[in-house]
């Protein structure tokens, strides 16, 4: 079936660090892939995203890229703040899926540390 | 944009009462309705799911059930909650461009 794996945590990092948030997935088409990020107490919010292989998706200094050969979407920041402390969830919508149903990975707690 | 509303943010109920968290969306027609629960520092776990009135789809069985009585309305309910059912709710509305969360809702039943 299709799956998400994510790197455990929590990763602790010091401030301007650089972040790598490991994500492969496992699937039988062609699926969208997602980042997204969850603050303590508050629900998940879309972080980035990108529809097709090679596509590279960014926000908030975060970027992504979709890999098809090696079916990864690993998260990157080239200098981390305190407030990017908060758990990261990758995810994946396939194509032609009609309930636009996401097959989450477990979640990565980040710690940035000043 | 589609925005999502629940409520309320956090709960406090003894072992054996009812439950009914509620979650409506606005700024989308016809949306396919989520609700997932978290337990403290793990993962999404999917409850239930909807692509219309009415229509219920239940992803693991427990003591919990949903309903969907309107178009961009989604209730969590239970009638004797358990110490187990404590966590945090969330309800999502899933379109072809991602999933839309609400602030979620903070059970602890004691």
Same mark, same amino acid.
């Given at each position: ?17 650089? %972040?790598? #948030? ?7 088409? @062609? ?12 629900? %998940?919010? %879309?972080? %980035? ?38 758990? @990261? ?13 996401? !097959? ?6 980040? #710690? !940035?540390?000043? | ?27 989308? &027609? /016809?949306? /396919?309705?989520?609700?997932? $629960? ?24 427990? /003591?919990? &059930? ?19 059912? &404590? ?9 072809? $461009? ?7 809702? $903070?059970?602890?039943?004691?």
């Amino acid at each position: 079936g299709n799956s998400v794996t994510q790197m455990e945590g929590p990763v602790t990092l010091s401030e301007e660090a650089f %972040l790598t #948030i490991n994500c492969t997935y496992t699937a039988t088409g @062609y699926p969208s892939l997602f980042w997204y990020v969850q603050y303590p107490g508050e629900g %998940l919010q %879309l972080l %980035l995203k990108a529809t097709k292989a090679d596509d590279k998706g960014s926000n908030k200094g975060f970027e992504a890229t979709y890999r098809k050969e090696t079916t990864s979407f690993h998260l990157e920041k080239g200098s981390v703040q305190v407030s990017d402390s908060a758990v @990261y969830f990758c995810a994946l919508m396939m194509a032609g899926d009609s309930n636009y149903q996401l !097959i989450w990975g477990a979640g990565t707690k980040l #710690i !940035i540390k000043p | 944009s589609q925005t999502i509303h629940q409520w309320p943010a956090t709960l406090v109920q003894p072992v054996g009462s009812p439950l009914s968290l509620e979650c409506t969306v606005e700024g989308t &027609s /016809n949306p /396919n309705l989520y609700w997932y $629960r978290q337990a403290a520092g793990r993962g999404l776990q999917l409850l239930f799911y909807s692509v219309g009135i009415g229509q219920i789809s239940s992803e693991v069985p427990q /003591n919990l &059930s949903a309903s969907r009585p309107q178009d961009r309305q989604f209730i969590l309910s239970s009638k004797k909650l358990l110490l187990s059912d &404590s966590g945090f709710y969330l309800c999502a509305c899933s379109l072809p $461009r991602g999933a839309f969360f609400g602030q979620g809702t $903070r059970l602890t039943v004691v």
